[in-house]
């Protein structure tokens, strides 16, 4: 168990919808990222966030978002969904306390939300 | 860019052999990490080991070992005494530039399938 969690497992909707993926950070992490897995894309990285604020973007597209909230935990939101947005959807995170101290050599994956798009 | 290119998509090791999954990567970056993390069948990512490019000694994590060659740009993983519950996705992974405290995000290879025989 890496210690971070996403909800829900999986995730069954239609083209045009609108879902929100929602992960939890190991304890301590400020950093959260967001990745996706697909067969053609291989892991491709979406964007990351640090104590609440965007860090870095990767290849997210325009219809997909993200926040970060004071707890640390994480909401991806994916709207317009198209059947190419089938995949499974990753949150990892590493530490670096509020003091800029410790620096893991580790991101910690979660377990993953595969979502399909029907 | 940052690339990672693992050129081996498939791979067949017999019990209690060990095997070597292959890794190059191309950076301009002086600092850097590198990464391997396992994916069973389950699909969870599991963190098997790092190596930071200033990293003078090889890394080691139980049964696996990094083979970094900076000068050829490869971090090979080793894996000894393969096991049957080691067949998985590996896939090698570059951290990319930290932002001002915090961790990069990782770019991955397309992963090697390691298939152990009994």
């Known amino acids: 168990d890496s210690g971070v969690t996403q909800t829900p497992k999986h995730l069954i909707t239609a083209t045009g919808q609108r879902v929100t993926l929602r992960c939890s950070p190991r304890?301590?992490?400020?950093?959260v990222y967001w990745y996706q897995q697909s067969l053609d894309q291989g892991l491709q990285f979406l964007i990351q966030?640090?104590?609440?604020?965007?860090?870095a973007k990767g290849n997210i597209l325009e219809r997909f978002s993200a926040q970060q909230f004071p707890d640390l935990h994480s909401e991806l939101n994916l709207s317009s969904l198209e059947l190419g947005d089938s995949a499974l959807y990753f949150c990892?995170?590493?530490?670096?306390?509020?003091?800029?101290?410790?620096?893991?050599?580790?991101?910690?994956f979660g377990p993953g939300t595969r979502l399909t798009v029907l | 860019a940052q690339k990672i290119t693992q050129t081996q998509p498939g791979m067949f090791v017999q019990e209690k052999e060990a095997v070597t999954l292959d890794c190059t990567y191309d950076?301009?970056?002086?600092?850097?990490?590198l990464f391997w993390y396992k994916q069973p069948s389950s699909g969870e990512m599991i963190f098997l080991i790092y190596?930071?490019?200033?990293?003078?000694q090889n890394a080691t994590e139980g049964r696996y070992s990094l083979n970094f060659q900076k000068a050829r740009k490869s971090a090979n993983l080793v894996i000894s005494a393969s096991q049957l519950g080691d067949s998985a996705m590996y896939f090698c992974?570059?951290?990319?530039?930290?932002?001002?405290?915090?961790?990069?995000?990782?770019?991955f290879g397309k992963g090697t399938k390691l298939s152990v025989k009994p």
């Open positions: 990892a995170s590493s530490g670096m306390d509020r003091r800029g101290r410790g620096s893991y050599n580790e991101q910690f």
């Open positions: 304890s301590g992490d400020l950093s």
């Open positions: 966030y640090y104590n609440g604020e965007e860090r």
């Open positions: 950076t301009s970056d002086q600092s850097y990490g």
């Open positions: 190596q930071g490019s200033y990293d003078e």
């Open positions: 992974a570059m951290r990319e530039a930290n932002y001002g405290g915090s961790q990069g995000n990782l770019i």
